[in-house]
């Protein structure tokens, strides 16, 4: 009986050995795709040549590798979705897909991964798409070096790059995504690395978390896109080492946080945003090592938030630094550097004698009547501010940092 086993056990070892490539191109004996599939046994290698494969509803069931030699084209003609993986185990590569159909009831991609395990995507080039990588009810896979190229005019009748829906550890790195809807999508998606991505001049926003817990994202650069990321109703999300620049408009933002909670967000730059950080109804959030620059506001705090940290960040040459709504105050800011702090520092020691109060009045009055923003330089507006921070009327008397920094941190 024991030999019995190790024969079998040595036979499942070596099985993978016995497994075969199948070449496929327009002169082929396998001049399809879907014929290759088809013909395929587990684990074996399809390779596609150079060349137009006019194909689309291709299903990927069983451990394949599908590997695209000089990035042939598979072309769905606007019918339908392209690939669909249903299998564990399967890898794409290299491969450059166009012309996914569009639908308003379902989600058309050109590569959808269902129910699977342990599969990696990458190498693609997708244009011409209503989704474009659609990952769906999978765990412990990879999306690696994808170029996602969409044409999006409006938010309604246009898809998302990449899209992770009650998903699990799914590493999403090194992608580039531009002009869809949302560039990257989480929803009921836990555990999962986003990772050195560019994803800009997207239709809403360039990442959007919704009901996804521990997840990561560093080293991403958020661009001109209608906002940079939304991350709601989500907790222990660690943000780090993130570019979130231009994004501009009347409803815009580098990140917005809304019902977040126990969440990192460090060594990030929020450069030439509308409003840097939009922030409600988030607590415990640490925030420290950022770069706040040339925003309209740095950090505006809408409501229902408490027991947040603000500590070492550079606030430089913003219009507003910090935007409150509220008379209570529990969040902590402590040494940071204000480029319009104006005290002094008789010990030397790098820190100002006298606390800084971020908030202008000014600031409270735009955010009720935001018309008056065109009395922004204006002296009067000088005066008030300056009679908010001798005796705070409308702010609360204890946001303030008691220990400014007097020269910009460097890290």
């Known amino acids: 009986m024991k030999n019995t086993l190790l024969f079998f056990a040595a036979i499942l070892m070596v099985y993978p050995i016995y497994a075969q490539n199948i070449e496929v191109c327009n002169t082929c004996v396998v001049s399809t795709l879907k014929k290759a599939i088809s013909i395929a046994k587990d684990f074996d290698t399809i390779r596609i040549k150079k060349g137009t494969y006019k194909e689309h509803n291709i299903l990927v069931d069983k451990p394949l590798s599908i590997i695209g030699e000089n990035y042939p084209v598979i072309d769905g003609e606007l019918k339908g979705e392209i690939i669909t993986i249903v299998s564990d185990n399967v890898t794409v590569d290299g491969l450059f897909i166009i012309n996914v159909g569009t639908s308003y009831t379902e989600d058309y991609a050109a590569?959808?991964?269902?129910?699977?395990?342990?599969?990696?995507?990458?190498?693609?080039?997708?244009?011409?798409?209503?989704?474009?990588?659609?990952?769906?009810?999978?765990?412990?896979?990879?999306?690696?070096?994808?170029?996602?190229?969409?044409?999006?005019?409006?938010?309604?009748?246009?898809?998302?790059?990449?899209?992770?829906?009650?998903?699990?550890?799914?590493?999403?790195?090194?992608?580039?995504?531009?002009?869809?809807?949302?560039?990257?999508y989480l929803e009921f998606s836990d555990d999962c690395l986003i990772k050195n991505n560019v994803s800009a001049e997207n239709l809403r926003y360039g990442l959007h978390f919704m009901f996804s817990n521990n997840d990561i994202y560093q080293d991403n650069t958020f661009e001109k896109n209608g906002a940079g990321v939304a991350v709601m109703f989500s907790k222990k999300i660690k943000m780090l080492n993130n570019t979130f620049k231009e994004n501009w408009g009347t409803a815009s933002y580098g990140?917005?946080?809304?019902?977040?909670?126990?969440?990192?967000?460090?060594?990030?730059?929020?450069?030439?945003?509308?409003?840097?950080?939009?922030?409600?109804?988030?607590?415990?959030?640490?925030?420290?090592?950022?770069?706040?620059?040339?925003?309209?506001?740095?950090?505006?705090?809408?409501?229902?938030?408490?027991?947040?940290?603000?500590?070492?960040?550079?606030?430089?040459?913003?219009?507003?630094?910090?935007?409150?709504?509220?008379?209570?105050?529990?969040?902590?800011?402590?040494?940071?550097?204000?480029?319009?702090?104006?005290?002094?520092?008789?010990?030397?020691?790098?820190?100002?004698d006298v606390p800084y109060r971020p908030v202008k009045l000014f600031s409270y009055i735009v955010n009720r009547t935001p018309e008056t923003i065109i009395l922004l330089r204006s002296l009067f507006i000088d005066i008030i501010d300056f009679s908010e921070k001798v005796s705070p009327v409308f702010t609360p008397d204890n946001l303030l940092d008691k220990n400014p920094l007097t020269k910009r941190i460097t890290w």
């Open 111 to 184: 590569i959808r991964v269902r129910r699977s395990k342990d599969f990696v995507i990458q190498n693609l080039v997708l244009e011409k798409l209503f989704f474009g990588i659609y990952i769906e009810k999978s765990r412990d896979g990879k999306v690696f070096h994808n170029k996602i190229i969409g044409d999006a005019i409006q938010e309604y009748n246009s898809g998302n790059g990449i899209q992770l829906w009650y998903s699990k550890n799914i590493e999403i790195e090194h992608n580039y995504v531009q002009h869809v809807r949302d560039g990257i």
């Open 255 to 352: 990140m917005l946080l809304k019902e977040i909670n126990d969440a990192e967000i460090i060594g990030n730059t929020f450069e030439e945003n509308t409003i840097g950080i939009n922030i409600e109804g988030s607590n415990r959030i640490i925030y420290k090592n950022n770069n706040f620059i040339n925003n309209g506001w740095a950090i505006k705090v809408r409501g229902a938030c408490y027991t947040n940290s603000f500590t070492e960040n550079n606030f430089l040459y913003n219009s507003f630094d910090i935007s409150y709504n509220s008379k209570i105050n529990d969040n902590v800011f402590n040494k940071n550097y204000w480029t319009s702090y104006t005290g002094y520092d008789l010990d030397k020691n790098g820190i100002g």
